[in-house]
């Protein structure tokens, strides 16, 4: 249950049933009721709630904005609501204060939906996919494809939790130009290893992931390859090396908590034949034309702005972008997608109008299609930048961050700011086990959750909820914390219609700091017992939302530190 949306629509009905009032005593002329804005008013003593519909009206009603909400003030009716009190204030804005008969309601919804607490349906089971990573499996994921892993498969699960029917996909790109020079790179290797005096090109891949590959296949198939033309040998060791490099990400995304739905190979839209009868598509609906031998989309037809670009180059092979826009298309006509949300790096920044633009060639509504960018990712130790792994003195890969800091680390502080910033990670500090971990404080104070109802259970003490009685919470830091508890639903339909998991993270750190507060100012095991037992229901209503946001996260929740 929204506890949050019920006081919304409360305040909403309140004021529209006191402009209706108005408007029939002849208090106000109106043909209509402008839609009613509510926000949280950044003063506690404002109250919980505010509208500022006063001065909305002021123009229709030619009114002072502080006149006119006195005469909504005087016409409210609050029965049957959680509303205690309505003030107005300032130029005109209209403070609402609710029972704490509202606020106290949360502990029973908290402890009777359990897991299930956060949970809202505004996707009404739209099918969304939500690709990311989608790393060149042509060696080891970097530093962007670990932040991108940790924004994906957290907003795949926020998105979940709001209500949608999610699929998380990885798009394989086992064609074209990047596969071509793999297996010109991978045969080279395999000549030198022979003892062959020859230079590997420059424009070739020179990580020692390939001589390592090449070493494997000699290792598991001998000297197989020696009588072959130069293509076979490739196509063979092409063959092998992907399978490896595949396995590989799969294992370490496992290691980072994420196992997609679906691997889609690039591949797959040659055989399938889908790549040209993409093609034939934007042919037949005037979006082509033929310069300099080669087949262009003219994207600058959709907009002007737009550069056009190639589709079919002039040795007749397709691009990239062609096998991209068949693959989005895919997810579009093929596979019934409602709404498709990619995660690229801010260097594809070019890219999104280009991807929108042969969507709408498709007749495709390009709305339908979410690019987020994510910004680059900054490691530090102290103060120093660390660009090299202390395991293999080269650029950190996704498993030397895994392997260094750990999932949970990685995963928490990727989602600290939103995707379209920068971050910042000190290694250092993310390892430690202090209250200046953001990791740690917050996993600590589920531990601590946990400690106090361990504790009590080892004396005979458990939850009762018949000893439960709410209205003994009176305390600021007991009242502060049900607010917290209360908004979660509205934060995660927030973050979900917002796209923004850092909103679960930031989340997360407010409530820990608030139960840290509350553990230090409020005694459980108690003289009196009902206060005993409500004070822990309340830290049973913190475990859980914990537990659940962490969850969403793919972060553990341990139970000891």
Excluded at 68 to 83: G, K, P, R, Y
Excluded at 84 to 111: C, M, Q, R, S, T
Excluded at 210 to 230: A, C, P, Q, T
Aim: aromatic share 8%; hydrophobic share 40%.
């Amino acid at each position: 249950m929204n506890l949050v949306k019920l006081a919304k629509q409360q305040i909403q009905d309140v004021v529209q049933n006191a402009i209706k009032n108005c408007i029939d005593k002849g208090i106000f002329e109106l043909d209509s009721i402008p839609d009613i804005m509510i926000e949280k008013p950044k003063e506690k003593s404002h109250g919980d709630f505010a509208t500022n519909i006063a001065m909305e009206l002021t123009r229709k009603l030619k009114k002072n904005p502080r006149e006119i909400a006195q005469s909504i003030l005087s016409s409210v009716d609050l029965s049957n609501t959680f509303i205690e009190k309505v003030e107005v204030a300032g130029p005109g804005f209209i403070n609402f204060f609710f029972k704490k008969d509202w606020l106290y309601k949360v502990v029973d919804v908290i402890l009777s939906e359990g897991d299930d607490y956060g949970k809202v349906n505004i996707g009404n089971s739209k099918k969304v996919m939500v690709e990311f990573v989608s790393a060149n499996p042509t060696g080891p994921m970097h530093m962007g494809n670990a932040r991108g892993g940790a924004l994906g498969d957290c907003l795949a699960n926020l998105l979940k939790w709001a209500g949608y029917n999610v699929t998380k996909e990885f798009y394989v790109n086992d064609a074209g130009n990047q596969i071509e020079k793999f297996g010109q790179s991978l045969e080279i290797r395999y000549r030198q290893l022979k003892g062959e005096n020859i230079e590997l090109p420059e424009d070739c891949y020179h990580g020692e992931d390939i001589i390592e590959r090449v070493k494997e296949y000699l290792d598991e198939h001998g000297d197989d390859l020696e009588n072959l033309s130069s293509d076979e040998r490739r196509e063979k060791l092409v063959d092998f090396a992907l399978k490896r490099n595949i396995s590989l990400m799969k294992e370490h995304l496992r290691k980072y908590g994420i196992e997609y739905d679906v691997w889609f190979h690039e591949s797959s839209l040659y055989e399938s034949g889908e790549v040209f009868e993409t093609i034939e598509d934007l042919k037949s609906r005037g979006y082509t034309y033929e310069k300099d031998g080669a087949l262009w989309f003219a994207a600058s037809k959709i907009d002007e702005s737009l550069k056009d670009e190639v589709l079919i180059r002039a040795n007749g092979i397709p691009t990239y972008f062609a096998a991209d826009i068949a693959y989005h298309r895919n997810k579009f006509e093929k596979r019934g997608f409602d709404i498709v949300i990619d995660i690229w790096g801010a260097d594809h920044h070019g890219h999104v109008a280009r991807m929108k633009a042969a969507m709408k060639a498709l007749g495709i509504d390009p709305e339908r299609l979410i690019v987020i960018l994510m910004q680059l990712v900054r490691l530090v130790r102290g103060k120093e930048i660390v660009r090299m792994s202390k395991r293999t003195g080269k650029a950190i890969t996704l498993i030397d961050l895994i392997d260094e800091i750990g999932k949970d680390a990685a995963r928490f502080m990727f989602n600290t700011k939103s995707a379209d910033t920068h971050i910042e990670i000190d290694l250092d500090l993310v390892t430690q086990q202090t209250l200046d971990n953001p990791v740690f404080y917050v996993q600590y104070a589920h531990a601590r959750t946990c400690g106090i109802l361990r504790a009590l259970s080892e004396e005979g003490i458990v939850l009762d909820k018949s000893r439960i009685k709410v209205e003994l919470l009176q305390q600021e830091e007991e009242l502060e914390l049900l607010k917290k508890l209360l908004e979660l639903p509205e934060e995660i339909e927030i973050a979900a219609k917002n796209l923004d998991v850092s909103r679960v993270t930031k989340y997360l750190l407010d409530l820990a700091s608030m139960f840290h507060a509350f553990y230090n100012a409020c005694r459980v095991k108690n003289e009196n017992e009902d206060l005993m037992f409500t004070r822990l229901s309340l830290v049973e209503c913190v475990r859980i939302v914990i537990k659940n946001m962490l969850r969403l996260l793919g972060v553990d929740a341990p139970e000891k530190m």
